[in-house]
């Protein structure tokens, strides 16, 4: 079975830092990769995915995502972040299995990330 | 706006009482998620239905169960809770896409279970 692994389950930063969180997954095969946020009280909102093509991809509030297939790795990016940027991260995965997409993600831990003022 | 409601937002029952978790969406998505998410875990997928096909996931407990009367609705029973099942539950939905793409799934706030 496919399993996620995010490296960094509490990061604190102060506004304008630079961000990463790391991703990489145990699957072999084809997959989605997605990135989901979760603000304090509010429910999973997706930032963004990867499915093929250009292995950087942009999602919203300024997040991009590179996708490294030899590094099985789908890293968090953001340049310069902002303290409503607080939120609970979380890596996820699709594997696209022969015959056709399978249902259900496989999600890492999360990360908890704090921005201070 | 549409969404994905889950009801209610906490939901406190004794061990071994069963409870029942409910979900709807305004979607009008084919597809339709419960995940469990336990104190500083990863959600984990227990089952979906593709319409009324119901999809098991092979290490989900037979004490779960669920239920999906029509596309708006999706219930998770849980026949005898044990303390090990207090956690999050997320309901998700998703409209299944041909081909290669796979469509985003919208999560519901989620209902938080407390067993006593």
């Known amino acids: 079975a496919q399993s996620v692994s995010q490296h960094n389950h509490h990061v604190i930063l102060s506004e304008a830092a630079s961000l990463e969180l790391g991703c990489n997954y145990s699957y072999g095969g084809t997959v989605n990769l997605f990135w989901y946020v979760q603000y304090p009280g509010q429910h999973l909102q997706l930032l963004l995915k990867y499915f093929s093509g250009d292995p950087l991809v942009k999602g919203i509030k300024g997040f991009e995502a590179e996708f490294i297939k030899s590094k099985f790795s789908f890293n968090l990016r953001k340049p310069s972040v902002q303290w409503s940027d607080t939120a609970e991260y979380f890596c996820?995965?699709?594997?696209?299995?022969?015959?056709?997409?399978?249902?259900?993600?496989?999600f890492g831990k999360g990360t908890h990330l704090i921005i201070q003022p | 706006d549409a969404m994905v409601i889950q009801n209610p937002r906490y939901q406190v029952t004794q061990f071994g009482k069963p409870v029942t978790l409910s979900c709807s969406q305004t979607?009008?998505?084919?597809?339709m998620y419960w995940y469990q998410q336990k104190s500083s875990q990863a959600p984990k997928l227990l089952f979906h239905?593709?319409?009324?096909?119901?999809?098991n996931e092979a290490d989900t407990p037979d004490n779960f169960q669920s239920r999906r009367p029509n596309t708006s609705f999706c219930f998770l029973d849980i026949r005898s809770p044990g303390l090990g099942d207090a956690a999050m539950y997320l309901c998700?939905?998703?409209?299944?896409?041909?081909?290669?793409?796979?469509?985003?799934?919208?999560f519901g706030p989620g209902t938080r279970l407390t067993v006593l």
């Open positions: 979607l009008n998505h084919n597809v």
């Open positions: 996820a995965v699709n594997p696209m299995y022969s015959g056709g997409g399978a249902d259900g993600l496989t």
């Open positions: 239905y593709y319409d009324k096909d119901f999809n």
């Open positions: 998700a939905t998703r409209e299944r896409s041909v081909g290669r793409s796979y469509n985003e799934q919208f």
